[in-house]
């Protein structure tokens, strides 16, 4: 099992400057089809706190 204690505990930025940098999303659109999207252009951080301990599923 990942144990979330064996990272560090510090703010993080996302890197976007890769080619491989950009958020898909998919949408259920009345129960019968779903709608995929991509943002290419986004900004994002993250924060991770080895404090707060919760179960991988």
């Given at each position: ?20 940098a950009?958020v ?34």
């Open positions: 099992m990942f144990s979330a204690g064996s990272a560090v505990a510090a703010d993080y930025k996302i890197d976007k400057e890769g080619q491989h950009f898909n999303f998919r949408i259920q659109h009345l129960g019968y089809s779903w709608l995929y999207g991509t943002f290419k252009d986004f900004d994002g951080t993250f924060t991770f706190d080895e404090k707060i301990q919760l179960p991988i599923k």
